[in-house]
T-cell receptor, first 115, second 113 residues
Framework: DSGVTQTPKHLITATGQRVTLRCSPRSGDLSVYWYQQSLDQGLQFLIHYYNGEERAKGNILERFSAQQFPDLHSELNLSSLELGDSALYFC??????????????FGPGTRLTVT | DAKTTQPTSMDCAEGRAANLPCNHSTISGNEYVYWYRQIHSQGPQYIIHGLKNNETNEMASLIITEDRKSSTLILPHATLRDTAVYYCIVRVPSNQGAQKLVFGQGTRLTINP
């Protein structure tokens, strides 16, 4: 158990719909990262938040957005869903002490199926 | 971040040491080597990281060559639960958004009874 929690575990929805994935980081971690894992693309970095502020964006579609709240939990919003958005979505957290390299701890993921 | 090359798959007998190689010939002086693994659709799990010196923790050992162009992850006594995809990643610690992990295809390690 990494200490990172994600809800829901599974989500099935239809094309065109909007969903919200939730992540709670480990206690004390200020950074939250979102990754997408699909069969054809592997694990891809989407976005990084540090203490409520967006720090880096990866291959995140404009239909996707995220935020990190004052209590440090994060939400990933996916809208106008397409079949190709079906994937595992992982959240990770880290301490983010900039003076040393720090490891990321991953949650169990949310499996999104778009039908 | 430097590119890494890993074998696509490897097999190891249960109880033996599993040695997973990684080539990172373009690594720069301040890039760290990280290893993660992913057990069948679970979240990736951090294993170990290092810069120059060999490192050991309760999970594994990391051997980095003197020129830092390659490294080996060693699982000393592999068990069936070590069957997973192992990812070798090199990156620079930074507060400029470079904290993302860039995953390659990894090595699919199968531990056989």
């Amino acid at each position: 158990d990494s200490g990172v929690t994600q809800t829901p575990k599974h989500l099935i929805t239809a094309t065109g719909q909007r969903v919200t994935l939730r992540c709670s980081p480990r206690s004390g971690d200020l950074s939250v990262y979102w990754y997408q894992q699909s069969l054809d693309q592997g694990l891809q970095f989407l976005i990084h938040y540090y203490n409520g502020e967006e720090r880096a964006k990866g291959n995140i579609l404009e239909r996707f957005s995220a935020q990190q709240f004052p209590d440090l939990h994060s939400e990933l919003n996916l809208s106008s869903l397409e079949l190709g958005d079906s994937a595992l979505y992982f959240c990770a957290s880290s301490v983010a002490d900039w003076s040393v390299p720090n490891e990321q701890y991953f949650g169990p993921g949310t499996r999104l199926t778009v039908t | 971040d430097a590119k890494t090359t890993q074998p696509t798959s490897m097999d190891c007998a249960e109880g033996r040491a599993a040695n997973l190689p990684c080539n990172h010939s373009t690594i720069s002086g301040n890039e760290y080597v990280y290893w993660y693994r992913q057990i069948h659709s679970q979240g990736p799990q951090y294993i170990i990281h290092g810069l120059k010196n060999n490192e050991t923790n309760e999970m594994a050992s990391l051997i980095i060559t003197e020129d830092r162009k390659s490294s080996t992850l060693i699982l000393p006594h592999a068990t069936l639960r070590d069957t997973a995809v192992y990812y070798c990643i090199v990156r620079v610690p930074s507060n400029q958004g470079a904290q993302k992990l860039v995953f390659g295809q990894g090595t699919r390690l199968t531990i056989n009874p």
